[in-house]
Every structure is written in C-alpha cells, then in structure tokens.
C-alpha cells in the first residue's frame, strides 16, 4: 500500500520538498558536493597546521620566535602577519575555485530546483541529450 499521494491532491509545498530530496541522490549534486570537499578539506588542513604550528612555536619555541629580523620585526610578528596574509590568500582562491568549479553547477541544480515542476525535468534531459 503506497502512502503517496496523487500527483493532483499534492501541495506545491510538498512538491518542492519532494524534488528537494531528490536532488540529494542526483549525481550532479553528489559531484557538486565532492567538489566542494575536493578543496575545503585539505585547505582546512592546511591551514590549521600552518595555526597550530604559530602557536606551538609561540609557546614552547620562544628564543626562534624573538630572533629579530630587522629593526623591531622579529618572527612571530613576521609568522602573525602571514596568518592574515594567509587567511586572505585561503579567501581569494576559494572564491576563484568557487566561481569556476561550484557556482555554475549550483546554479544549474537550483535552476532546475526553483523552476515549475516538470520543467527541470524536461530540462535535464535536453542538456543530457546534447552532451551524447
């Protein structure tokens, strides 16, 4: 016994949900995800290690840290200013990254999400048939 309901008796509310969760197992979906983590994960990484070695260095290296590079720069003022330069570097290429990897595809899923039901469909299948 099914529990949906006819196509007729469902609320556009429903509908959109429907389509919503759908889209979860949409391959293209999956591969926007992918993307996502493909660069976010090892840039975390990264940049967590680069942090934590700033502040190791700052607790238990202080001598390497007080080393003064000219005038009254020494390197933990050089290490502080490069979390920043980094944090900003970090920004910038995720925004390239995004622009040229995520946004057209999420674009194209949430085109296909927001349009009138059926359309996305019919849609889909006329960009899959022009890529065979």
Known sequence: MSTELPPQSRS????????????????????????LVVFAFPMSLAFLAWYLLYVLMSAYARDAMATVLF???NVALVFGVLQFVSTFGIAVLYSRYANRRLDPLAEELCAELTAAPGKGDEERADSE???A
């Open 12 to 35: 556009p509310e429903d509908e959109q949900a429907r389509r919503t969760l759908e889209m979860h197992s949409d391959p293209r979906f999956i591969e926007l995800k992918r993307r």
């Open 71 to 73: 005038g009254q720069v």
């Open 129 to 131: 048939g022009a890529h």
